[in-house]
Nanobody, 115 residues
Framework: QVQLVESGGGLVQAGGSLRLSCAAS????????WDWYRQPPGKQRELVAS???????NYEDSVKGRFTISRDNTKNTVSLQMNRLKTEDTAVYYCRLYWGSAEHWGKGTLVTVSS
């Protein structure tokens, strides 16, 4: 059974930074992709960033240049460095790990950006 645990959420002022991390445990196929999603209050969940097992990254337009996704394949972890945070970045952030038809989600970590 694969389990994902996020950490690093919290309250920060606009313009500040936070670093989210997600650690996976269990039997994990090495060729996989990590995603970070977020769900703002009252809105649908959206993809923020992704990184393949080879390190290819993609970002949602509103976070380009501010967020950086990275992974450590030896530790089965993914991180999301979030800089120049805006109030509209407030959301519950979820990590997702998938390969083939298998996908696994963390329970989420709340990020609140105050003005």
């Amino acid at each position: 059974q694969v389990q994902l645990v996020e950490s690093g959420g919290g309250l920060v002022q606009a313009g500040g930074s936070l670093r989210l991390s997600c650690a996976a445990s269990g039997v994990i196929f090495s060729i996989n992709t990590w995603d970070w999603y977020r769900q703002p209050p009252g809105k649908q969940r959206e993809l923020v960033a992704s990184i393949t097992w080879t390190g290819v990254t993609n970002y949602e337009d509103s976070v380009k240049g501010r967020f950086t996704i990275s992974r450590d394949n030896t530790k089965n972890t993914v991180s999301l460095q979030m800089n120049r945070l805006k109030t509209e970045d407030t959301a519950v952030y979820y990590c997702r790990l998938y390969w083939g038809s298998a996908e696994h989600w963390g329970k989420g970590t709340l990020v609140t950006v105050s003005s």
